[in-house]
């Protein structure tokens, strides 16, 4: 069965730095989705894509994160100026259409660690 | 509450006993999807039940929904130490575009 992938899987870094997380989505799939889950805490919705722009945007989606499709198959997010806070799991998705009968399937995540 | 409130918060019962979770949410939706997340791994997705759906089977996991009461149950039968996870509800909703609202999940524990 198709998946979503997401790479790495784990990723630490110091508080200031650049990260880039990597997912790649089924690939007939054509609206891409981030979500991140705070340790312990629920699975918040951040940034949905569709045709090479943003759709929708969460108030946590501030102008230090920003989302790329740079080829066919790639789906990007880019923190620019990493903080303490933003030490979560980040799950990629994607669904075929929007629609109700459309289910969302996700990435097995990344774990990030800032430092 | 807030959109997409499981209870209970946790749950734990013996092997072969059913689980039953609820979920509860605020605006009208779309659809409403459950999914299951084991400890630190990512969401397998469970059942997908559209708006204008009332009830829907899968192996042993029975959803209902009641959109009169916006509310959700999942239901697990003959439960397995396997099935321990977290489980959570998820609403699709359509203000602006279609994205998903996770609920505060359900902890269930099934001992062997």
């Known amino acids: 069965e198709p998946e979503v992938t997401q790479t790495p899987s784990h990723q630490v870094t110091q508080m200031g730095q650049e990260v880039i997380l990597r997912c790649v989505p089924i690939?007939?799939?054509?609206?891409f989705y981030w979500y991140r889950q705070i340790l312990g805490q629920k699975v918040e919705f951040l940034v949905s894509?569709?045709?090479?722009?943003?759709?929708?945007k969460s108030e946590i989606f501030d102008d230090q994160f920003s989302v790329e499709r740079p080829d066919g198959s790639n789906f990007t997010l880019k923190i620019r100026s990493t903080k303490l806070e933003d030490s979560a799991m980040y799950f990629c998705?994607?669904?075929?259409?929007?629609?109700?009968?459309?289910?969302?399937?996700f990435g097995p995540g990344t774990r990030l660690l800032v430092l | 509450s807030q959109q997409g409130e499981e209870d209970p918060q946790a749950l734990s019962i013996q092997e072969g006993e059913n689980a039953t979770m609820n979920c509860s949410y605020k605006?009208?939706?779309?659809?409403l999807q459950w999914y299951r997340q084991n400890s630190g791994r990512g969401l397998v997705h469970l059942i997908l039940?559209?708006?204008?759906?009332r009830e829907k089977h899968s192996g042993r996991l029975r959803v209902t929904l009641d959109t009169s009461k916006k509310s959700s149950s999942l239901l697990i039968t003959a439960s397995r130490a396997a099935d321990t996870a977290s489980y959570f509800c998820?609403?699709?909703?359509?203000?602006?575009?279609?994205?998903?609202?996770f609920g505060t999940g359900t902890r269930l524990k099934v001992l062997a």
């Open positions: 998705a994607s669904t075929r259409w929007a629609g109700s009968r459309e289910t969302q399937y």
């Open positions: 039940i559209r708006s204008n759906e």
């Open positions: 605006t009208s939706i779309n659809n």
């Open positions: 998820a609403t699709a909703i359509t203000s602006g575009t279609y994205k998903y609202i």
């Open positions: 894509f569709y045709n090479n722009e943003i759709s929708e």
């Open positions: 690939s007939n799939h054509l609206y």
